[in-house]
């Protein structure tokens, strides 16, 4: 007989929801999506979003509710993660209305990196692109990182457009990773460019790009490193 389950730790409670996450079914998700809901404790809520992953049937409409309505940004962060990989176009609708709105950078950027995830549709890209102008350093390197992932190339000249102007190395590598990713010609000069940053991080990044481009058989690529190799030769 279990006794008052009001006085059960919060770490117990954690453990349980963890638990029900993976044995599934749809009386443990019901009860997750329950927690998700009602529960007063943010640390139970969270572990209750988290749980839910991969067990999507029936709790899409919570998370979306979550993302948009808890009080806790490690909720909504959470909820965000989850909807990544749930391939429903409320989730994306969901996702970009967190990326464009939520006063936390880390949902925002959780938003980001969901959004990431899903196939490449204009919706996600376009605000993708506009959280590269995102206040937050963090909210940019993972819009670059999830534009990279997406492989849209409607994203090249934006992330190209990063590189000139702005003034965080993180960003900057994530942008230049994504471009090698889009496997873009287009994308050529800004990566040789990149060549010469006052960064090293940069500069490193942008060398394994452009060797990515030449194995594909890029041949702007390979003239591109040639006119640089006999410029700094003369």
């Known amino acids: 007989?279990?006794?008052n389950i009001s006085n059960i730790s919060g770490e117990v409670r954690e453990r349980a929801v963890r638990a029900l996450g993976h044995v599934g079914g749809s009386k443990a998700v019901d009860t997750l999506i329950a927690v998700l809901v009602n529960d007063r404790n943010p640390a139970i809520r969270e572990a209750a979003a988290k749980a839910?992953?991969?067990r999507l049937d029936g709790s899409a409409e919570a998370l979306?509710?979550?993302l948009a309505n808890d009080r806790s940004p490690d909720v909504r962060a959470a909820a965000a993660q989850t909807l990544g990989w749930y391939g429903g176009s409320d989730a994306v609708e969901a996702l970009v209305a967190a990326l464009a709105r939520d006063c936390s950078p880390g949902v925002r950027a959780a938003a980001a990196r969901a959004l990431g995830k899903f196939d490449s549709n204009s919706a996600a890209v376009d605000a993708l692109t506009a959280a590269l102008s995102d206040d937050s350093a963090?909210?940019?390197e993972a819009a670059a990182k999830a534009l990279g992932w997406l492989g849209d190339?409607?994203?090249?000249?934006a992330l190209a457009a990063v590189l000139a102007r702005d003034d965080s190395v993180?960003?900057?590598v994530a942008a230049v990773a994504a471009l090698g990713q889009l496997g873009d010609?287009?994308?050529v000069d800004s990566l040789v460019a990149a060549l010469s940053d006052d960064s090293g991080r940069v500069r490193k990044a942008a060398a394994e790009a452009l060797v990515e481009l030449a194995r594909r058989g890029d041949s702007s690529v390979i003239a591109a490193l040639i006119d640089v190799l006999l410029v700094n030769a003369a």
């Open 1 to 3: 007989m279990i006794g």
């Open 64 to 66: 979306v509710a979550a």
């Open 170 to 172: 993180s960003v900057c």
């Open 52 to 54: 839910l992953m991969g």
């Open 185 to 187: 010609s287009a994308a």
């Open 138 to 140: 963090h909210v940019r």
């Open 153 to 157: 190339h409607r994203a090249v000249d």
